[in-house]
């Protein structure tokens, strides 16, 4: 009767399931995670999202190669829960950087089209005269790459491409303040 008792308990103990709810949980939370752009916005809480994950699916790959009597996968669901934990923070983190990030464009458009218009104003006052053609050309072209690079950042943030509209702008601004000093220059030797 005892031996019994033993065999039944072995085979309830050894006949571990994997972990199937706990890994479909976590790969639609990480999928979560991505969607919300968490790669982006929160790139630390997303890779401790997925180093979890990639530690969860290395504890049920070693459970899946034990002996079946001594297969355990607590360790790997305990993993599972946390790295669906850990991707939900990513979320909840990414879009509030999302947003904060939204709301610092959104204030670089108003600035950054101050800047071109002011660099359109000064090339207009620019100095005209022999041996400026070929600057004022140059000047003109710089211009409409600023103004094009501006709507491309604006077509960006227009589409929820936060960080990419912030870069842009970034980049837009430092070329329209380099042109502003192109045409100070101008004018200075001019006089």
């Known amino acids: 009767m005892m031996v019994l008792a033993v065999a039944a308990l072995v085979i309830v103990v050894g006949c571990a399931k994997p972990p199937e709810a706990e890994i479909q949980q976590a790969n639609t939370a990480i999928e979560a995670a991505r ?9 630390a809480a997303y890779r401790t999202a997925m180093d979890t994950l990639n530690a969860a699916n290395a504890a049920k ?9 001594f297969r355990s996968y607590s360790k790997a669901k305990e993993l599972y829960a946390r790295a669906e934990m850990l991707a939900s923070d990513a979320v909840a983190q990414a879009e509030a950087e999302k947003e904060r990030v939204k709301a610092e464009v959104t204030q670089m458009l108003v600035d950054v089209k101050a ?3 002011s660099a359109q104003v ?13 600057d004022l050309a140059m000047i003109q072209t710089d211009l409409d790459a600023v103004a094009a690079a501006y709507a491309g950042a604006e077509a960006d943030f227009n589409n929820g491409a936060y960080a990419s509209a912030k870069a842009k ?21 001019k006089k």
Request: zero cysteines; aromatic letters at 6%.
């Open 61 to 69: 790959t070693e459970a899946d190669g034990k002996f079946a009597l």
């Open 169 to 189: 702008l970034e980049n837009t601004v430092q070329k329209a303040r380099a042109i502003m000093s192109e045409i100070a220059a101008a004018s200075a030797r």
């Open 122 to 134: 000064a090339f207009k006052k620019a100095p005209r005269g022999k041996g400026s053609k070929a």
């Open 35 to 43: 969607t919300a752009e968490a790669e982006t916005y929160a790139p």
């Open 115 to 117: 800047v071109i218009d």
